[in-house]
């Protein structure tokens, strides 16, 4: 079983920056497509960013230009750098990692809250 590990959240003022993290236990990290979805109160849980195996990345359009998705293949790590961040980005963000087979493992979330 992929055990997802995420740190990084809290609480921000409006047009800092964070950087949330997160590491997956016992598989080949390079192989999988990575991804942040984020969940803010009473709403539904949306796509931020995406990474596939080969590198291509994709971005709501709510956050391009201000959030940056990276990994590292040899930290089985992926990472979601948040720069100009908006009181609207509050949410509670999950890392996904998707195998070859579609088959889906989620973090357990963390809390980004952005508040003067």
């Known amino acids: 079983q992929v055990q997802l590990v995420e740190s990084g959240g809290g609480l921000v003022q409006p047009g800092g920056s964070l950087r949330l993290s997160c590491t997956a236990s016992?598989?080949?990290?390079?192989?999988?497509?990575v991804g942040w979805y984020r969940q803010g109160s009473g709403k539904q849980r949306e796509l931020v960013a995406t990474?596939?195996?080969?590198?291509?990345?994709n971005y709501a359009n709510s956050v391009k230009g201000r959030f940056t998705i990276s990994r590292d293949n040899a930290k089985n790590t992926v990472y979601l750098q948040m720069n100009t961040l908006k009181p609207e980005d509050t949410a509670i963000y999950y890392c996904l990692i998707e195998d070859p087979g579609n088959f889906r493992s989620w973090g357990q979330g963390t809390q980004v809250t952005v508040s003067s």
């Open positions: 990474m596939s195996s080969g590198g291509s990345t």
């Open positions: 016992r598989i080949m990290f390079r192989i999988y497509a």
